[in-house]
């Protein structure tokens, strides 16, 4: 089936992070279905799965309350001509869990609600260059972002020079951008948090210097919503950007996302103003109502359950029994565990300390063959205590291996080719 991907599919999969060149050559499963934190492939072997649906499933797989809500809604239609009351009902729920926003406009994929508002931004200041935060890996596939890419293959040159960088926790770079290119800045984009926390008033002087200098700042939330906390990170930093995005999370792996703002900045998009009209996303599928119902159960169970308080013990547990056990093995320098209990990420460094993709490869392939399917360590509510004692097992033996190849070399050990980065310009070196 990998054979058959490969030759039907460009990059062996829909998304490229979840391609071939991301897993070992020999040991990439493919999957038949999901259960709760686990998933079966197609040779009904069955892993332990972190970062589900690329960290879109936050409570599980076949999670029954969202089942349910989506069985309902696929039996009264699924797309009309006019919006269906549900989405209403989406959309204050959305605005409910997220009271900081005003007004909200659902598309399907995050790409699309980020490009949107940069749409908004360049239509509302009437400036073309955006700023983004070059520590935030990725925020579109539209042209504005991958120009700023290594993968720019195809985007015109006057487009790649249109979108600016700044460094996280360092306000001085965005401030050099403002006044290297006064009054022509339209947008700031960047997610609030990603690995380290937001340094004393970073996120302010952000707000300031976006407000200071007629730019609008524009949160993209679609990792951290529904996961750092229902509201959105900014909601526990209490700095509130003009414009903010949305999707993982959002409906427990179903495709909704949404580009969320203040009343001033949405209602341009809209039909009740007198001055030019904003073509702000517009999707055949947009409001498609399974995925909507799917949303609203989702959202109702992140407000009557503790979710997100689970996805962070949970997650704490499985970071402090990983540091325990890559200490036991000797290996605390180069298996490294970092990132908040809800988003906990790992590095993989070879013996000289520099991050390596073979040591990243040998921990992925020694831990595919023991069930575990671990790009990242993002986990999900139905994580439960012994998922994350025998996840913890698991790397523990997965790091026997990775110690005796510190000494050994990994060439010794890795079967194939190491993985790559998604983001490189060639496929092979
Ligand atoms: C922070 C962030 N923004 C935007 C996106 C794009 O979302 P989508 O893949 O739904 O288009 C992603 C996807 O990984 C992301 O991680």
Redesign the pocket.
Known sequence: MRERLRALIPGAAH?Y?KGDDQWPEFDAPVISHGDGAEVVDVDGNRYIEFGSG???VTLGHTFWPVIEAVEKSLRQGTNFVRPAAIELEAAEAFLQAVPTMDMVKFA???????SGAVRLARAITGRDLVAICVD??????DDWFMGSTTLDAGIPASTRAMTLKFRYNDVGTLEQLFAEFPDQIAAVVM?VEKVEPPQPGFLESVRRACDQHGALLVF?E???GFRWSTAGAHSLHGVVPDLS?W??GMANGF?V?ALAGKREYMERGGLDHAKERIFLLSYTNAAETPTLAAAIATMGFYAENPVIETLAKQGDRLAAGLRTVAKARGVEDQFTVFGRGCGLLYGTKDQDGNPSQPFRTLFLQETVKRGLLAPSLFDNYSHTDELVDRTIEIVDEALVVYARALEDGWEEHVVGRPVAPVMRRFNRA
């Open positions: 998304t992070a690329l960290r879109s399907k994929n995050g790409s699309d609600a980020d935030h890996p990725f925020f579109s596939v997610e993209d679609i990792v951290t995005t999707g993982k495709s996302a």
